[in-house]
Structures are given as structure tokens and as C-alpha cells.
């Protein structure tokens, strides 16, 4: 993989929260903000190819939105998908 050296403006207190949470996470600013930007690309690629296909095959049907809604309810959920602990972890 090739770095690049880029210039950004970010306000301070965007710069701040994103000195701590760097900190947080062990990283570099400069990991941290890459990391960030690679997710936002992503999720932005999905959401254009989610248009794409809305736009070439119509709105779902209700039945298929609340199938898509259970689903991210799922995925989204924090815990709901968490397999690490176990009930006998609780005890």
C-alpha cells in the first residue's frame, strides 16, 4: 500500500475528539483519521449502489422493507450479535 501526505482543516474541536479517541484506540492521528475515512468510503460506495439498485428495480415492497428493517435492527443493535459472552459468563 502507497501513503500519501495530505493537508486537511478540521475544526479544533473535531481535532480534539479525534486526538482522544485515537489515543483511545492506540493509533496515530494520522491511522485514526485514515481508518474513519476508509469506513465513510465505504458506507458511501453502499449507499450508492443501494441507489443504483433502488433506481433499476423500484422501492421494495413493505413486506421487503420490514424484512431489511429486522435485519439491520440485527446488525445495528449493539449486543444483539455479540457471541463473546455466554450466560454462564454473567454468573
Do not use: F, N, Y
Not at 51 to 76: I, K, N, R, Y
Amino acid at each position: 500500500m502507497s501513503l500519501e501526505r495530505v493537508t486537511i482543516t478540521i475544526p479544533s474541536e473535531t481535532l480534539e475528539a479525534v486526538r482522544q479517541a485515537a489515543e483511545r484506540d492506540g493509533l496515530s492521528v494520522s491511522a485514526w483519521l485514515s481508518r474513519a475515512a476508509e469506513k465513510a468510503a465505504k458506507i458511501e460506495a453502499g449507499l450508492a449502489a443501494a441507489e443504483e439498485v433502488l433506481t433499476e428495480l423500484g422501492p421494495p415492497t413493505p413486506e421487503e422493507q420490514a424484512w431489511v428493517d429486522s435485519v439491520m435492527d440485527l446488525v445495528t443493535c449493539p449486543g444483539i450479535m455479540d457471541t463473546s459472552a455466554t450466560d454462564h459468563d454473567a454468573a
